[in-house]
């Protein structure tokens, strides 16, 4: 039997995502002005992480967080809802943008500052549903803990950065990525342990 090229199998789910999309235009509300006014706001956040956290730091981080995102999303291409987008970055239509790559992009790039007074963790939320699984940036103050820090997720909104504390997350619910991976291999073992025992009991 021909195999059917990836491309036309991937086609309805596309058009599924253009539709629940209302097949409009997307068009992102933030631009280099509307970000800078947030940077007063975050960078408040940010500097009350923790006493010990420079306010040059919290405000250097908070630029860059807000900024970031908008670089990022000429780069790539991004003129759809995110799981549209998604879906293109799928079928090789567009070059990045996965939630993955705006997390690496951005941790990249606020490593790059070498902060001594903040911390930054890597997050999995949905971590057992590939389809559905998303990572994402935080900030903490040096020391703390992920649960201590503000989540930087540029993915959810295109390059609007979604920024707010870990725990009061209205979306998503998250984990340390280390956690999730070793939660994620703990199935897969699981799984495979039950595929011989199957095998075996046939």
Request: net charge neutral; aromatic share 6%.
């Amino acid at each position: 039997m021909a195999r059917i090229p990836l491309i036309s199998r991937l086609l309805p789910l596309l058009a599924a995502c253009l539709l629940a999309a209302g097949c409009s235009g997307y068009a992102p509300d933030h631009t280099p002005a509307s970000a800078a006014r947030e940077v007063g706001p975050l960078t408040a956040e940010i500097a009350a992480l923790s006493p010990d956290v420079d306010p040059e730091e919290a405000a250097r981080a908070a630029r860059i967080a807000l900024d970031y995102p908008l670089e990022l999303r000429q780069r790539y291409e991004v003129s759809d809802p995110p799981l549209v987008h998604n879906t293109k970055v799928n079928m090789g239509l567009k070059p990045r943008g996965l939630c993955k790559d705006w997390a690496d992009d951005m941790e990249a790039r606020l490593a790059a500052e070498g902060f001594e007074t903040l911390a930054l963790h890597r997050a999995i939320a949905n971590a057992d549903n590939a389809r559905i699984e998303h990572s994402t940036l935080i900030v903490s103050a040096r020391g703390a803990g992920l649960y201590d820090g503000i989540v930087l997720d540029p993915w959810r909104y295109g390059g609007d950065l979604h920024w707010g504390p870990v725990t009061g997350d209205p979306e998503y619910r998250w984990l340390p990525r280390r956690q999730a991976f070793e939660a994620r291999r703990a199935r897969e073992k699981a799984k495979k342990n039950l595929a011989i025992g199957t095998r075996e009991s046939l």
